[in-house]
C-alpha cells in the first residue's frame, strides 16, 4: 500500500506547495471565496439577484457591488464562528489529507500550537467533511465483509462471543478493478436483514459479490430483483483464495484502518468508529489522487457549506461585525 515513492510529480502536493499556495489567511479567504463564489458572482439577498462582489480591505468580508451587502465566505463552513486562523484551518487539513494513516488531535495541537481544545475542535470539525452519503459503488465485481472493532479477542475477524457487546461489527463492500472504492460501515449486528440491505443500496443489480461462508450472507442471490451472482471464501477451511475467490481486496482495507486506528487513535469509541471508517475510506478512495487528496477536501468544505452567506441580516456574523 506504500505509494508514497511511485506518485508521478503532477499528483505530489508538498508543503512548500502548500506554503506557496497560502502564505497567508488572505490566499485562503480568496480562495475559500473562489470554491464558493468563482469570480465573486453570489447571490445578494438583498438584491435578489446574482451580483459580483468585491473584498472589503481588511475585513474577511466581500460587499456586492451594487447595495454593499456584505456576504462572508466562511459562513455557513466548518469555519464559521471559529477564532483560529484560516490559514491555520488549512494547515490541519493539510496535514489530515497528507498522510495514509490520519493524525490524532494531539498532533494538530503540536503542528499549529493551538490548545489541545482547539485542536480536538478542528479534528472533529474537518472529520465531518469526510462522510459520502450518495457515494455509489460501480463495477461487476465487489468483495463484501464483515469484520468487528473493539474488545480483546484476536483471530480472523475476530468474532465476538456471544454476549461480547464491546465489538462493534463493520461491514465493508469494495469494487474489484474499476476505481476500487470502497464503502464501510459500522452496523448494529452482521444479520441476513443488515448485510442484504446494503447490499441492495450500494451493489449494482447483476454484479458478482464475494463473501465469506457467514451465514447470514445466503440471501444474496435472492435479493429480490438485484440478479446478484454469489461466490464465497471458505476460511473456515482455510482456503483463502481459489482462483479469483477471495476478499483479499477488503481485507487489505481492515487491516489498513486497524493499523491507523491502533497506531494513531489507540481507541475508538463505537460513537465515533463511523467517522473512523469515513476517514480511512474517504483516502483510500482517493488513493491514485496522490497528495491531491488535499484539494478534495478543499472542495468538500464548498460542498457542504450552508447556503447562509450573507452577514447583515440578523445572522450571527463569522469573524466581523454587520455594517
Ligand atoms: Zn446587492
Redesign the pocket.
Known sequence: MDRRQTIPKELRYTINDFNTQFPDDDACLEHLKEQRFPGGIAY?E??KKE?KHYRITGRPVYS?D????QISPMAGTIFEHSSTSLRLWYYAMYLMASTRCGISAKQIQRETGVTYKTAWRMFRQIRSLLSEPDMQLEGSAVEMDETYYGGVRKGRGGRPMRGDKKKTPIVGIVERGGKGRVIAKATPDVSGATLLGMAREYILPKSTVFTDELPAYDGIKHVKGMGYRHHRIKHSAKVYVRGNVHTNTIEGFWSLVKRGIGGVYHQVSQKYLQSYLNEYSFRYNRRDQGNLIFTSLLKRVAELAAPHVAIDHGMKPAIAEPF
Not at 451594487?66 to 451587502?69: A, E, K, N, P
Open positions: 445578494c438583498k438584491c451580483r456586492c451594487h447595495c454593499g451587502t
